[in-house]
Structure formats: structure tokens, C-alpha cells
């Protein structure tokens, strides 16, 4: 896709949804980072329902760690995983107490480092939480940015580095969430809803439905 029509496509996006953010509940940047890890293979809407019962229990990364695994995993063992999760966000935890104050670290290198955090969950927390201008691939992202031809990559790397190119930097602080939600409920896996779709006409995918 060439760049006035990567241009048109966001402002498309931007016009339905001019506020877009994630559908993750969270209150602090530290809450954001343990709901984003928790959704690894998860639903958004599993997730809130644990976080709903942990968050007013253990809001911040002194109280899970005082949870201890048993504890936390008794939040979250609706969530899939759950077992390693709970192993990683409690060492997570310690790591942001030991080397951080407990506050989540406004730096990809340092997230990354943290357990249950890879590139994905990074630039989630540093776009959501710090507002910085990156872009998360997840599984929908990858799908739209292939099937539509805004960009296109064999890998996840792939998909983030053109995506990074092609959008217009006004749109770049956003563009993960319109991305996001426009792959979860309109440009679903199994039968995209093209007829609602209102960046269609733009969209190389040939086997549009009607």
C-alpha cells in the first residue's frame, strides 16, 4: 500500500474511533504491564474479569509479591497459563521493587527484561502507559496488516518495522489500538465483515465477503 493510501486508511479509522485505547481495565502503568501479561493467549474480557477481583486486593507490585504464587494464582486460574503467569508476574514484581521502586520502567531494554515480557507486551505498555509511538503486533495486527496490504512481512518483525514506515507519524501513537480493534471485530480471522468495513475499497484482500 503506498503511503497516501496508508494515510487515507488511518484517517478513515481516526473518524470512527477518534479516542481509541486498549480494552484492558487498569488504573496505573504497573496494572497495565500485569494485564497485558496475564493476556498472553487469554481474552481481554477473561483478563478484566481476574483483574477485577486482584486489582482492589493488590494494586501494586508490593502487594502481589506479599500474595506470593498461591495467592495470585487464585486470581488469575481462570486465565490460561495462569500457573507460569503467576510464576512470572510475582518475579516480575520483585524485580520492579528491587531495581525500580516498584514503578514500571518507561524503557523497551528494561521491560524486556522482566519475566513474561517480550517485545509484544513492551510496546504495549510503552504506548499505552508513556504514550510513546510504538506499534504492538499481536495475531490480529499480523493478519490485517498481511490480508489488506498495508504491510506485509512473513514475520511479527516484519509486519511492526513496515507498519512503523508507512504510518504518518500524527497517527502513530494510535495506530496499535485502531489496528487492533479493527482485526478483533471487523477484520475477523475466519469471515471478515467486509461489507461494514470502512476502509474496503482501500484493502487488497481478494476474497472480500459480500
Not at 484492558?24 to 493476556?39: E, K, M, R
Not at 521502586?101 to 504495549?124: F, I, M, Q, S, Y
Not at 498481511?146 to 516484519?158: E, H, S
Request: hydrophobic share 40%; net charge positive; glycine share 8%.
Amino acid at each position: 500500500m503506498k503511503k497516501d493510501q496508508a494515510a487515507e486508511f488511518y484517517r478513515r479509522l481516526a473518524a470512527g474511533n477518534p479516542a481509541p485505547t486498549t480494552e484492558l481495565n487498569y488504573a496505573t502503568p504497573f496494572q497495565l504491564l500485569i494485564a497485558v501479561i496475564l493476556s498472553a493467549q487469554a481474552t481481554d474480557v477473561g483478563v478484566n474479569k481476574a483483574t477485577a477481583k486482584l486489582f482492589p486486593v493488590a494494586p501494586s507490585a508490593e502487594a502481589i509479591l506479599a500474595l506470593g504464587i498461591d495467592g495470585l494464582s487464585e486470581y488469575i486460574k481462570t486465565i490460561g497459563l495462569y500457573r507460569t503467569k503467576a510464576r512470572n508476574v510475582i518475579a516480575t514484581c520483585r524485580i520492579l521493587l528491587d531495581q525500580y521502586g516498584g514503578e514500571v520502567p518507561p524503557d523497551r531494554a528494561a521491560l524486556e527484561a522482566l519475566p513474561g515480557v517480550g517485545r509484544k507486551t513492551a510496546n504495549v505498555v510503552l504506548n499505552t502507559a508513556f504514550g510513546q509511538p510504538t506499534i504492538a503486533v499481536d495475531t490480529h495486527i499480523f493478519r490485517l496488516g498481511n490480508r489488506t496490504g498495508l504491510a506485509p512481512g512473513k514475520t511479527v518483525i516484519d509486519v511492526e518495522n513496515k507498519l512503523l514506515r508507512i504510518t504518518p507519524a500524527e497517527f502513530k501513537k494510535d495506530a496499535h489500538h485502531w489496528l487492533i480493534l479493527h482485526g478483533r471485530y471487523i477484520c475477523k480471522a475466519r469471515k471478515p465483515e467486509c461489507p461494514r468495513c470502512p476502509v474496503v475499497d482501500l484493502c487488497r484482500f481478494k476474497g472480500k465477503t459480500s
